[in-house]
């Protein structure tokens, strides 16, 4: 049987121990109560398979979304699932929920058959070897870049916060980016607190070997199989001159030889996911969810749940 609980009733230490053995970060109970508090979730048995349920209200009507930071959640399982079951805990979202955006993860193999299933792409590379092998597979536009790095006189430095990441990103893409506001950034940084003391994150900054000056940093997250890498800025003269390249051949290097998966965390941008696959990662898709049994002026509603979401 399927249960939905409500956040009181879950225990979290069955949960952890299940969702330790995907890899995932972002369904570790500590990080969904920082991402979105109260989540609740679809039980299978005695935790032989969880569901995340990251539900609002608004305007008197509950729905689903994806949390912010949150790429992949969705059904995690201690065996595989078939494709049946993993549709059955679809089924058994409670009926309360009138409409409903999420995203699943890479593991779930989902019915054909079923409607309203998209998918998103996501760029991965297997560390699992030494550097040199990853590295030959680098394209060659990439290794180009990384050499012109190298020469412009740049160095990898773990003396920055993360909130100097951030504010290089606000100055930057961040100006261009509507969705996000100071509540989005405080979460990030409540989430990096804490996955510290998870050992579970780490920042990278890169800057110029003669001045403090930040060019690019990011945000990395990390679990036993998986490193994610979360959130970056990067200056217009970052940019210029490599920075990104070099600050994610340095994370690669640092893990190389481990049996983790590094995870680029997409992306759905073109232009993103050939940067990322630039350093030899292969295309994963994950599944996307969606319904909406809202009534005919609930268009209406949905813009607004939009415009506040």
């Given at each position: ?52 349920l ?44 009138r ?79 509507g ?7 405080a ?12 050992d579970?994150?780490?920042?990278v ?71 990322y ?33």
């Amino acid at each position: 049987m399927i249960h939905y609980l409500k956040h009181t009733e879950i225990d979290f230490r069955k949960w952890d121990d299940l969702i330790a053995q995907h890899g995932l970060v972002y369904a570790q109970s500590w990080y969904l109560d920082i991402v979105h508090p109260n989540w609740e979730a679809l039980i299978l048995g005695d935790y032989e398979a969880v569901m995340p349920l990251t539900g609002g209200k608004k305007f008197g009507v509950h729905y689903l979304f994806q949390p912010f930071f949150v790429q992949q959640l969705g059904i995690f399982s201690r065996q595989p699932l078939s494709p049946e079951m993993q549709s059955r805990f679809l089924q058994s979202i409670p009926q309360k929920f009138r409409f409903c955006e999420i995203r699943l993860n890479e593991s779930n193999a989902l019915d054909g058959n079923m409607q309203d299933i998209g998918y998103h792409r996501n760029i991965v590379l297997d560390l699992n070897r030494d550097y040199d092998t990853i590295r030959a597979n680098y394209h060659n536009n990439t290794r180009r870049n990384l050499v012109k790095a190298l020469g412009n006189h740049l160095e990898i430095s773990y003396g920055y916060k993360l909130c100097d990441v951030i504010a290089l990103f606000r100055a930057n893409r961040g100006a261009r980016v509507g969705v996000w506001g100071d509540a989005e950034y405080a979460t990030l940084e409540r989430l990096y607190k804490v996955a510290v003391r998870h050992d579970a994150a780490f920042v990278v900054g890169v800057r110029p070997t003669t001045t403090h000056e930040l060019l690019c940093g990011g945000l990395y997250l990390m679990t036993d199989s998986r490193v994610i890498f979360l959130f970056s800025g990067c200056s217009e003269r970052g940019r210029q001159l490599n920075a990104m390249t070099l600050m994610m051949d340095e994370a690669i290097k640092d893990f190389s030889g481990k049996p983790v998966t590094f995870d680029f965390e997409g992306s759905d941008d073109d232009n993103l996911a050939r940067f990322y696959l630039g350093f030899g990662g292969e295309e994963r898709c994950y599944p996307a969810y969606s319904f909406n049994t809202l009534p005919p002026f609930g268009n209406v509603l949905l813009k607004a749940w939009k415009k506040w979401r």
